[in-house]
């Protein structure tokens, strides 16, 4: 599956911003965001299962963040709100059809990445 990440720029603290995902077939996905920031490793962000029934957050975005699919249209959203400086990374949407994992090792497909900065 071919995925491609959108939606991210600069936003003030406390500002919202909505990612989307688009891909050319979600069918049967788990679906996860990470996130990089310079100089640091890969994180999970949330993830979401097929059809959508179940999601995960990491506890830095969690009550901010929100992950959500709409299966039809093939497309992935996570809307950010209450940003924080540490926030700032370059977003990543990836998919996999085993399970909803935590891990980058858990997700086959990736898409290139959508930089969003928050300033203080």
């Known amino acids: 599956v071919q995925l491609q990440a959108s939606g991210g720029g600069l936003v003030q603290t406390g500002g919202s911003l909505r990612l989307s995902c688009a891909a050319s077939?979600?069918?049967?996905?788990?679906m996860g965001w990470f996130r990089q920031a310079p100089g640091k490793e890969r994180e999970f962000v949330s993830a979401?299962?097929?059809?959508?029934?179940?999601?995960e957050y990491s506890r830095s975005v969690k009550g901010r963040f929100t992950i959500s699919r709409d299966n039809v249209k093939n497309t992935m959203y996570l809307q950010m709100s209450s940003l924080k400086p540490e926030d700032t990374a370059v977003y990543y949407c990836?998919?996999?059809?085993?399970?909803?994992?935590?891990?980058?090792?858990?997700?086959?497909?990736w898409g290139q990445g959508t930089q969003v900065t928050v300033s203080s």
């Open positions: 990836a998919a996999d059809r085993s399970g909803m994992g935590t891990n980058t090792w858990d997700y086959q497909f």
């Open positions: 979401i299962s097929f059809p959508g029934r179940k999601t």
């Open positions: 077939d979600l069918s049967y996905y788990y």
